[in-house]
């Protein structure tokens, strides 16, 4: 078995993490905004992402030599140990729950401010309980700080979608052939000459300008003009209640704080915790998407099992994103078990490459207002240092 043994390897695989878990959000979000089914995307997801908690199980988990303390993967799937199970699948829910929300959240306010404002509430909310749960390993002095930037963060976040929203509805306004309705904070309502651009496509319109918004806007899946802003951020801020949830509870599954084990039986790996969360994660995924198929939100039209099997386009985009997502989630528990869950959290700060990806591939924040970078500037700014607290809080958990 495969045991991560000091700081600087647990934070090689923090890094990684991050950059795994930056990446796979703007996948997903450019297979929504070409027009693809978010449910057909999440449900090949879905696949890849259990695939790619089995290979870490049986990779890490299984291979080479084990403890008693410490027994093998498949060793561990016959053993009596369902309290912490139960932990591991309730946490894999909690990232189902916050992944589905998020999905649709993106095309509200952005893959950018969504994935801010989850990380931020994710870390403010996750690490203190981190914290606590392993027994104050990671000193407080320099962890906390970091938190504080991440909750900073959260309000900044928010500024940057309302200043970037206003400067949209400023282009559409000015835009000729197309006005906003009296109340622009909350609907937005674009008059019949847009007809005039449906034979587009995005590269037809400069990056940010009024008809590039519009045409992005005709193609995707997620219809969110009428819709108030604040629909979004109240669906991005349920997403980051979610995304709290489910590193204490891996946290719990692997350590047993509450011992809810028997005497003499083990404690879950990392990996077979990992495995187990990863299962509950892609049960719910996959039942939830498919009821979505025929009940879909969001102007999202209806679809069927059939029409998912033969949708090919852009489905090798969303097999790439599910397994981003698995290893990145692993390495980020692998890492939390050597070097405690509350420093691991800092690959939270996952903003930092979505935002980055969010302005090459998606053009967001372009022809925004002076008022509108600055924020972002700041923004970014509280991550980099709440990164180097929370890296540099780091320990190294007892296994003995």
């Not at 929300?101 to 994935?115: D, E, M, P, R």
């Not at 622009?184 to 847009?194: E, G, I, R, T």
Request: aromatic share 12%.
């Amino acid at each position: 078995m495969f045991v991560v043994e000091d700081r600087g390897s647990a934070v090689a695989l923090m890094v990684a993490s991050l950059l795994f878990l930056g990446t796979w959000p703007a996948l997903l979000t450019l297979l929504e905004r070409r027009g693809r089914l978010p449910q057909h995307t999440y449900l090949d997801y879905s696949v890849t992402n259990l695939l790619a908690a089995a290979v870490i199980a049986i990779a890490f988990g299984q291979l080479g030599g084990t403890s008693p303390g410490m027994p093998s993967f498949f060793t561990q799937l016959t053993q009596d140990n369902w309290p912490s199970v139960l932990f591991a699948m309730a946490g894999g829910i909690a990232l189902s729950i916050g992944n589905l929300i998020s999905q649709y959240a993106w095309a509200f306010v952005g893959l950018s401010v969504t994935n801010i404002i989850c990380s931020s509430l994710a870390v403010v909310l996750g690490t203190t309980m981190n914290y606590f749960l392993d027994g104050r390993i990671n000193r407080a002095e320099i962890l906390f700080p970091g938190v504080a930037c991440f909750l900073v963060a959260i309000f900044l976040g928010s500024a940057v979608h309302s200043s970037n929203a206003k400067d949209e509805e400023e282009k559409l306004s000015m835009s000729r052939g197309i006005e906003l309705s009296s109340d622009v904070a909350d609907q937005v309502k674009l008059l019949p000459n847009q007809e005039a651009m449906e034979d587009g496509e995005d590269g037809d319109f400069d990056t940010g300008t009024a008809e590039f918004i519009v045409q992005v806007e005709k193609r995707r899946s997620i219809k969110v003009f009428g819709s108030s802003r604040w629909l979004g951020l109240g669906m991005v801020l349920l997403a980051g209640v979610c995304f709290s949830l489910f590193s204490p509870a891996i946290n719990l599954a692997t350590n047993d704080q509450w011992r809810a084990l028997r005497d003499g039986v083990p404690h879950l790996t990392v990996y077979t915790a990992f495995f187990y969360f990863s299962v509950s994660c892609f049960a719910l995924g996959i039942g939830l998407n498919a009821w979505l198929l025929y009940r879909p939100v969001a102007g999202v039209p209806p679809s069927t099992i059939g029409a998912y099997a033969g949708d090919w386009n852009g489905r090798h985009w969303a097999l790439l994103a599910g397994l981003l997502c698995g290893f990145g989630n692993g390495f980020q528990f692998m890492g939390g078990q050597a070097a405690g869950y509350a420093a691991a959290d800092a690959v939270q700060a996952l903003p930092l490459v979505s935002t980055f990806w969010g302005v090459i591939l998606f053009g967001e924040y372009r022809r925004s207002s002076r008022k509108t970078y600055l924020l972002l500037g700041c923004m970014l700014t509280m991550f980099v240092v709440a990164v180097a607290l929370l890296m540099a809080s780091a320990a190294h958990r007892k296994t003995g």
